[in-house]
């Protein structure tokens, strides 16, 4: 792997339990957007989840409707201890343990929102999709997005036209000559 | 043989539109042949068939193919193209000494059947379309995205030129702009609903038209969208 993404992952997993444990909602959305470029060039697994995981927990964390529930703080604690486990096992190279600790917490997070019916639901889900259109965004295309991240290109279609992806972006030829080759095919 | 193949992502952008009534007619009008590949065919039927969100809309899709207005287009030289290709358009960006596989194999297969059948190309999508319009443009955002410097690999960029050129690019809202144009759309206009609204009704049916597919996913801009806008004829 990498030094560069090691270093990334290092960062963002100790940052969000930080982040976590200060309540600090802001910092970890910010923390969710810090692997995307890894993603992009590297397209490897681990930073493509991080950036899931950091982004779905924003999602949970910045909802008081969840914080109020019963399940709460045990959610909260297993959180805690998967991102530390997580952690000291990416710092001592066991990436099978990793990678174990990665799993729990996509599955911690699904049964945590599954207890909230039909208020919350598939937040790992959206944040895939919220994700992968950071990678659109960044240059991959919609194909190899969805490829990367498991996600329909329905749903990532339906997402980026309202996301202004390629508003101010150069164009490589102009509105008059595309129309012009669209009226040719009907002469 | 007139064609136009049809990438999943302009598909898509016109089946969320509930547009997609208006492709037999447009190919009549077309006097032409509607081509997908069989790899459009899985994301654009088998698996959103599979699914409850978009299950309707790949049914809808699926009764075109039924009647023949949509065709898949099968063929052993074009899998084996596409891969290599693929191969190619990935090895031509990198950044940090590692490369950015930036397409998909089967974006690219439409793209590989457009240039064999030297016909015009239907796809929403950014990527693939500037990969074949103007490949500098695309380091230029990924550069500006990624913060890092992108290396072109011209011998790659070469070798995928020769291999697709001049394939003819148009997007969801020029076909459906020519559909208004030809008076496809004219069956909205019914002269009643003046009495409801006082709107320019052709005007705002247009403008609702190129909106309504950018905000499902087509990628055009503000400024493209006020460009048609203000064409001779509209």
């Known amino acids: 792997m990498k030094e560069a993404i090691r270093k990334d992952i290092l960062d963002i997993l100790r940052d969000?339990?930080?982040?976590?444990?200060?309540?600090?909602?802001?910092?970890?959305?910010?923390?969710?957007?810090?692997?995307?470029?890894?993603?992009?060039?590297?397209?490897?697994?681990?930073?493509?989840?991080?950036?899931?995981?950091?982004?779905?927990?924003?999602?949970?964390?910045?909802?008081?409707?969840?914080?109020?529930?019963?399940?709460?703080?045990?959610?909260?604690?297993?959180?805690?201890?998967?991102?530390?486990?997580?952690?000291?096992?990416?710092?001592?190279?066991?990436?099978?343990?990793y990678r174990i600790a990665?799993?729990?917490?996509?599955?911690?997070?699904?049964?945590?929102?599954?207890?909230?019916?039909?208020?919350?639901?598939?937040?790992?889900?959206?944040?895939?999709?919220?994700?992968?259109?950071?990678?659109v965004e960044h240059g991959l295309s919609i194909g190899r997005t969805a490829e990367l991240l498991g996600v329909s290109r329905w749903d990532l279609m339906s997402y980026l036209g309202i996301s202004n992806y390629a508003e101010n972006e150069p164009r490589s030829i102009s509105i008059k000559e595309r129309m012009k080759i669209a009226e040719r095919l009907f002469k | 043989m007139k064609a136009m193949v049809i990438d999943s992502s302009s598909l898509i952008s016109i089946s969320l539109n509930d547009l997609l009534w208006t492709l037999p007619i447009l190919k009549e009008k077309f006097n032409g042949e509607m081509f997908i590949t069989e790899s459009v065919k899985n994301e654009i039927i088998n698996v959103p068939i599979k699914s409850k969100r978009f299950k309707l809309e790949a049914m809808q899709i699926l009764s075109l193919l039924g009647k023949g207005t949509i065709k898949i287009y099968k063929n052993d030289e074009?899998?084996?193209?596409?891969?290599?290709?693929?191969?190619?358009?990935?090895?031509?960006?990198?950044?940090?000494?590692?490369?950015?596989?930036?397409?998909q194999k089967a974006e690219i297969e439409s793209l590989i059947l457009s240039s064999m059948l030297d016909c015009t190309f239907v796809v929403d999508e950014r990527t693939t379309r500037l990969v074949v319009e103007d490949p500098k443009i695309m380091a230029k955002i990924l550069s500006e995205?990624?913060?890092?410097?992108?290396?072109?690999?011209?011998?790659?960029?070469?070798?995928?030129?020769?291999?697709?050129?001049?394939?003819?690019?148009?997007?969801?809202?020029?076909?459906?702009?020519?559909?208004?144009?030809?008076?496809?759309?004219?069956?909205?206009?019914?002269?009643?609903?003046?009495?409801?609204?006082?709107?320019?009704?052709?005007?705002?049916?247009?403008?609702?038209?190129?909106?309504?597919?950018?905000?499902?996913?087509?990628?055009?801009s503000t400024e493209e969208i006020n460009g048609i806008m203000t064409l001779n004829g509209f």
């Not at chain 1, 200060?22 to 910092?27: L, P, Q, T």
């Open chain 2, 145 to 220: 995205k990624l913060h890092t410097e992108i290396r072109v690999n011209e011998k790659n960029l070469n070798m995928f030129r020769m291999e697709v050129h001049n394939v003819p690019i148009i997007r969801s809202v020029e076909l459906m702009t020519i559909a208004y144009k030809l008076g496809v759309m004219n069956a909205y206009l019914n002269p009643a609903t003046s009495k409801i609204i006082s709107i320019d009704l052709k005007k705002t049916l247009l403008d609702g038209l190129l909106w309504g597919l950018r905000l499902r996913g087509c990628s055009v």
């Open chain 1, 16 to 97: 969000s339990i930080r982040a976590i444990k200060r309540d600090d909602i802001v910092r970890l959305r910010e923390l969710s957007d810090h692997t995307l470029h890894s993603s992009t060039i590297y397209q490897d697994e681990e930073s493509t989840a991080i950036a899931v995981i950091v982004y779905s927990l924003f999602k949970i964390y910045e909802k008081n409707l969840m914080q109020a529930s019963k399940e709460w703080l045990q959610f909260n604690d297993a959180i805690i201890k998967l991102l530390d486990s997580a952690y000291n096992s990416f710092i001592r190279a066991e990436i099978a343990q």
């Open chain 2, 78 to 103: 074009l899998r084996a193209k596409a891969d290599r290709i693929t191969e190619l358009i990935n090895s031509i960006y990198s950044a940090n000494d590692h490369y950015i596989k930036i397409v």
């Open chain 1, 102 to 135: 990665i799993k729990k917490i996509f599955e911690t997070i699904s049964k945590f929102e599954k207890s909230f019916g039909k208020f919350v639901t598939e937040v790992v889900e959206q944040s895939k999709i919220k994700k992968g259109s950071k990678l």
